[in-house]
T-cell receptor
Framework: KAGVTQTPRYLIKTRGQQVTLSCSPI?????VSWYQQTPGQGLQFLFE???????NKGNFPGRFSGRQFSNSRSEMNVSTLELGDSALYLC??????????????FGSGTRLTVV | DAKTTQPPSMDCAEGRAANLPCNHS???????VYWYRQIHSQGPQYIIH???NNETNEMASLIITEDRKSSTLILPHATLRDTAVYYC????????????????FGQGTRLTINP
């Protein structure tokens, strides 16, 4: 079956702009989580959605937001981009909001560069 | 903050067993040990998880000490494709939506398999 699909794979934006990233989970998975990965901070949790509701949120400013649609696809938005937002943004899906007893399946990520 | 401690790097010869240690001295009774790995420029990949018994699957074996304060991931016959960063994570795993549990990644162990 198809894995977690993230689009676009690469993105270049200018400071002050906003960006929207998309994630399509594995068919049947209703939980989608987002992570940011940078060389300095490593992998950090952004938020998790289950059944269109945000269930958990990491310690990121309000410029970072997300949503989930009825088909479980998710988008995250970053407004007023800063240079420090340059990162690999990873999406992970699971059949349950806590990853049940198994693991999350990650996509390949969207690499965002802010110039 | 991550609740685990791992060596920053390790080397292993191709064909030999790779043994990756992880310390989690503050683990709670209801927390599982999860292992993920991340190959360069890809999303993390779930490997295995366990509570207190040793576990084995097609990818690896997980050995958890009796006091559960440390564990070892074993790749029995390492190949060049096993070169990656390996993350050890402890988290509660439960069904339902009683508080979504995020994955807290540390810096991991960079494993290099040498030919």
């Amino acid at each position: 079956k198809a894995g977690v699909t993230q689009t676009p794979r690469y993105l270049i934006k200018t400071r002050g702009q906003q960006v929207t990233l998309s994630c399509s989970p594995i068919s049947g998975h209703r939980s989608v989580s987002w992570y940011q990965q940078t060389p300095g901070q490593g992998l950090q949790f952004l938020f998790e959605y289950f059944s269109e509701t945000q269930r958990n949120k990491g310690n990121f400013p309000g410029r970072f937001s997300g949503r989930q649609f009825s088909n479980s696809r998710s988008e995250m938005n970053v407004s007023t981009l800063e240079l420090g937002d340059s990162a690999l943004y990873l999406c992970a899906s699971s059949s349950a909001p806590t990853g049940a007893r198994g693991g999350y399946t990650f996509g390949s990520g969207t690499r965002l560069t802010v110039v | 903050d991550a609740k685990t401690t791992q060596p920053p790097s390790m080397d292993c010869a191709e064909g030999r067993a790779a043994n990756l240690p992880c310390n989690h001295s503050t683990i709670s009774g209801n927390e599982y040990v999860y292992w993920y790995r991340q190959i360069h420029s890809q999303g993390p990949q779930y490997i295995i998880h366990g509570l207190k018994n040793n576990e084995t699957n097609e990818m690896a074996s997980l050995i958890i000490t009796e006091d559960r304060k440390s564990s070892t991931l074993i790749l029995p016959h390492a190949t060049l494709r096993d070169t990656a960063v390996y993350y050890c994570i402890v988290r509660v795993a439960r069904r339902g939506i009683q508080g979504a549990q995020k994955l807290v990644f540390g810096q991991g162990t960079r494993l290099t398999i040498n030919p």
